[in-house]
């Protein structure tokens, strides 16, 4: 995972792309395998009309759609990250899921259909799905309170000060950027306009962020001593 975010945007994006096909295609000749293996119902019963609007093919039909599906969709979601400053949120979520649908009707579509309007329905239907998913998940994360944000914020203390700016400016998106420049604590008091704009955040982030730290400087900076003097004392201990 480190290896991987040292490489250029498109290699990392290509990368994941390919994770997702393969893990996709793999799903896809176990479902298709299985569909095979099951013995054909009786004419008449009920169990005919659901086997007969399974998906058509065999393995390496599915295989090939579940891997276009995942991979398409593994590869936006990465080039949608890169693109926002490491932000992911709902619209990356429903962008990499209404492409992927598109993928997976040019894919798997029928001859004769309409596929411009198959592309489109699928594209729409897949991305309001993973959209009302995605903000399902979130919804149960926030019923976890303080005490969740806390425990992510005690993992990673060198950005203790960091999160807690971000937020408290209701930035809180951006916390993914500032670890990828490595802007940690540290940094609070140096932060400049190039510094910020080299992870990606945009102009309007960027002036509330600025405008903080300058007038919270002095708090920075009196915190960063008070820390360095503690982990003094704490090294003192053991000498």
Same mark, same amino acid.
């Given at each position: 995972?480190?290896?991987?975010?040292?490489?250029?945007?498109?290699?990392?994006?290509?990368?994941?792309?390919?994770?997702?096909?393969?893990?996709?295609?793999?799903?896809?000749?176990?479902?298709?395998?299985?569909?095979?293996?099951?013995?054909?119902?009786?004419?008449?019963?009920?169990?005919? =009309? /659901?086997?007969?609007?399974?998906? %058509?093919?065999?393995? $390496?039909?599915?295989?090939?759609? !579940? &891997?276009? *599906?995942? +991979?398409?969709?593994?590869?936006?979601?990465?080039?949608?990250?890169?693109?926002?400053?490491?932000?992911?949120?709902?619209?990356?979520?429903?962008?990499?899921?209404?492409?992927?649908?598109?993928?997976?009707?040019?894919?798997? =579509? /029928?001859?004769?259909?309409?596929? %411009?309007?198959?592309? $489109?329905?699928?594209?729409?239907? !897949? &991305?309001? *799905?993973? +959209?009302?998913?995605?903000?399902?998940?979130?919804?149960?994360?926030?019923?976890?309170?303080?005490?969740?944000?806390?425990?992510?914020?005690?993992?990673?203390?060198?950005?203790?000060?960091?999160?807690?700016?971000?937020?408290?400016?209701?930035?809180?998106?951006?916390?993914?950027?500032?670890?990828?420049?490595?802007?940690?604590?540290?940094?609070?008091?140096?932060?400049?306009?190039?510094?910020?704009?080299?992870?990606?955040?945009?102009?309007?982030?960027?002036?509330?962020?600025?405008?903080?730290?300058?007038?919270?400087?002095?708090?920075?900076?009196?915190?960063?001593?008070?820390?360095?003097?503690?982990?003094?004392?704490?090294?003192?201990?053991?000498?």
């Amino acid at each position: 995972n480190t290896w991987m975010k040292g490489q250029p945007p498109a290699v990392e994006v290509a990368l994941a792309a390919a994770a997702g096909s393969l893990q996709g295609g793999v799903l896809g000749g176990v479902m298709g395998k299985m569909q095979e293996m099951q013995p054909p119902p009786a004419p008449g019963s009920p169990m005919a =009309g /659901a086997m007969a609007a399974r998906p %058509v093919g065999g393995p $390496l039909a599915q295989a090939r759609n !579940f &891997a276009v *599906l995942t +991979g398409v969709h593994a590869g936006l979601s990465s080039a949608m990250k890169k693109a926002r400053g490491g932000v992911e949120d709902v619209k990356n979520t429903m962008v990499a899921s209404f492409g992927a649908g598109v993928a997976f009707t040019l894919a798997s =579509g /029928a001859p004769g259909q309409n596929l %411009v309007a198959s592309c $489109l329905t699928t594209g729409t239907v !897949f &991305a309001l *799905l993973q +959209g009302g998913f995605y903000k399902l998940g979130k919804a149960f994360q926030g019923r976890k309170g303080p005490a969740g944000k806390g425990r992510a914020q005690e993992q990673d203390p060198a950005y203790y000060r960091t999160d807690l700016m971000l937020q408290g400016l209701g930035l809180g998106a951006y916390a993914g950027a500032m670890r990828q420049g490595l802007l940690a604590d540290t940094t609070l008091p140096l932060l400049t306009d190039s510094a910020l704009k080299d992870t990606g955040i945009p102009p309007g982030p960027r002036l509330l962020i600025l405008d903080h730290v300058a007038r919270h400087k002095k708090f920075y900076q009196d915190d960063l001593k008070e820390r360095e003097k503690k982990l003094a004392e704490e090294r003192a201990k053991y000498n």
